[in-house]
């Protein structure tokens, strides 16, 4: 139990376009999702908490017009790169947080590299 | 100011024990957890600690102290396959997981 899906995998757009990313917990409510981004070599980033049904808490630093979060059911989240440039290159990764669980723990996607041109 | 702290790399050899230290300066605590990352994935559960003490999960064991703010991972019997990053996080006051940079475990035969 407790799998997190990511859709897609890997993603390769020119620079300027947007790029939308799914995160689905497949077996479990989630009512909180997080969004990491990753760069090489370098730990997990924290860059916004999505909670269902309200507006995503975006880390400092984090533009939240240019990352848009979509919290819409308790099974999915989505995160929308817009107007992507070469900088926002990065793994990004979606985790859930299963309340059933004792210990809130997390759980992960597989994560969407992301490739801007 | 939050930190967590563990060694950035660490080599094994094959068959053999290695411990990965953690320590952190959190505002709260509800926990600490160790994930492995394998280069290209994303992270995998490995263990939750929020008592003083050790918990057994097979090969791999976790330890925590909060009055010292010390936790190691223990890896036995290390394979080819546990070449990964291994991250502690630590889980605050608001429920929001602080994440370590990372140990970087190079397992050579």
């Known amino acids: 139990g407790a799998v997190v899906s990511q859709h897609p995998s890997w993603v390769i757009c020119k620079s300027g376009t947007s790029v939308k990313i799914e995160c689905r917990s497949l077996d479990f409510q989630a009512t909180t999702m997080f969004w990491y981004r990753q760069f090489p070599k370098q730990s997990l980033m924290l860059m916004a908490t999505s909670n269902e049904g309200s507006k995503a808490t975006y880390e400092q630093g984090v533009e939240k017009d240019k990352f848009l979060i979509n919290h819409a059911s308790l099974t999915l989240s989505t995160l929308t790169v817009t107007s992507a440039h070469p900088e926002d290159s990065s793994f990004y990764i979606c985790s859930a947080r299963d309340n059933q669980r004792d210990h809130n723990e997390q759980f992960f996607g597989p994560g969407t590299r992301l490739t801007v041109l | 100011g939050q930190n967590i702290d563990q060694p950035t790399e660490m080599t094994a050899t094959e068959g053999a024990i290695v411990q990965i230290n953690c320590t952190y300066q959190t505002s709260g605590f509800n926990g600490l957890f160790w994930y492995q990352q394998h280069a290209g994935e994303a992270p995998t559960f490995l263990s939750y600690n929020v008592l003083d003490g050790l918990e057994e999960k097979g090969r791999f064991s976790s330890f925590l102290s909060r009055s010292k703010g010390y936790s190691y991972l223990l890896l036995k019997e290390l394979q080819m396959k546990d070449s990964a990053s291994y991250l502690c996080?630590?889980?605050?006051?608001?429920?929001?997981?602080?994440w370590g940079a990372g140990t970087k475990l190079i397992i050579k035969p």
């Open positions: 996080a630590v889980m605050d006051s608001n429920y929001q997981l602080i």
